[in-house]
């Protein structure tokens, strides 16, 4: 022990220390409390999965001018082209997910939007009328709002 | 004019409860102060003294304690009567329902980790349907249920450590008790 430098020393008792302290807090866990604490950890990792995939998406609907165009299926990959106004919009559908890959309107932003994977999302090219929205099982609200 | 003095009779059972919900008001504020990344979550360190009035004088005390640290701390943090007031009192009603249920659990094998797990939970719990009924009617609320699960495993944790270790020390004195009566 004497052969330690200082800061040798004060690294072992800050160890120690931390030891103590850890020992001292499972001393007042009572047998039942760890039943508890493992019931309560598991209900923590199954939220996860049940609370995020609840939603998952199904379908696209994609209308044009506010009559559905088409309904896609998200399992099964494709793209499909929805003429408007201004021209051809291409819907691209990948892996479970859906996005406008191009679109003639101005400024791109259902394009930019990416991939849309979420019941609810929806990309809008407003210029050429064309609308994509992901749906789930149940119908859910497009905003939030109180 | 006559100068009249209102002397309100207290018992050392008030001052008790006065001296607890003193400490629970400084902890909760002490907690809001400290910023966490997800707004909403809290360590809510209160609630350890909630463990302890439960723990030492019972339920009812435990139900004061928390009430007066809901008011006290919506008027101090200027929430009195909004949301975020009624989203607090729901959760601490919750709370105080769960720990109604566990105290009955036997002692010798359950203790403040317990309860205050099932407080935790039960906060959370309450929290959630009174958002999702009044503030937020979208089940999109239940994605974040993971996260304050989260949160209330490692708070209910923490305080229940906080009251296990605070109930080991040995009970103020009477005298103490009622020093300022």
Redesign the interface.
Same mark, same amino acid.
């Given at each position: 022990m004497s052969s330690l430098s200082p800061a040798e020393n004060k690294a072992r008792r800050a160890k120690n220390a931390w030891r103590a302290a850890i020992v001292s807090a499972l001393a007042l866990f009572r047998p039942g409390d760890w039943l508890t604490l493992l019931a309560a950890s598991v209900f923590c990792v199954l939220s996860f999965p049940l609370a995020w995939n609840s939603a998952a998406a199904e379908k696209a609907v994609i209308r044009q001018n506010g009559r559905i165009f088409a309904e896609l299926n998200l399992s099964r990959d494709r793209r499909i082209n929805v003429p408007g106004p201004l021209g051809i919009t291409a819907i691209l559908v990948e892996k479970k997910r859906v996005r406008v890959v191009s679109d003639p309107g101005m400024h791109q932003y259902c394009v930019r939007q990416g991939w849309l994977e979420r019941a609810g999302e929806i990309a809008i090219c407003a210029p050429n009328e064309v609308s994509l929205q992901i749906t789930g099982r149940e119908e859910t609200y497009d905003s939030l709002s109180y | 004019m006559t100068r009249s003095v209102i002397r309100l009779k207290t018992t050392p059972e008030d001052h008790r409860i006065a001296r607890l919900a003193a400490a629970a008001i400084a902890l909760a504020l002490t907690d809001s102060a400290i910023p966490l990344p997800l707004p909403g979550i809290r360590l809510g360190l209160a609630n350890s003294v909630t463990l302890v009035a439960l723990a030492r004088y019972g339920w009812t005390a435990a139900a004061w304690v928390t009430g007066l640290r809901v008011v006290a701390c919506g008027l101090l943090l200027g929430h009195f009567l909004s949301p975020a007031f009624f989203m607090s009192l729901a959760g601490a009603l919750c709370s105080l329902c769960a720990l109604a249920l566990s105290i009955r &659990?036997?002692r010798?094998?359950?203790?403040? =980790?317990?309860w205050s797990?099932?407080a935790a939970?039960a906060h959370i719990a309450g929290q959630l349907s009174l958002a999702r009924l009044w503030?937020?009617?979208?089940?999109?609320l239940?994605?974040?249920?993971?996260l304050f699960?989260?949160a209330? &495993?490692v708070s209910?944790?923490v305080n229940? =450590?906080i009251a296990?270790?605070l109930l080991?020390e040995p009970k103020p004195a009477c005298a103490l008790e009622t020093r300022n009566a």
């Open positions: - | &659990l036997s010798r094998c359950f203790g403040p =980790l317990t797990l099932f939970f503030l937020i009617p979208d089940n999109g239940f994605y974040l249920v993971p699960a989260a209330a &495993l209910g944790t229940g =450590l296990a270790r080991n």
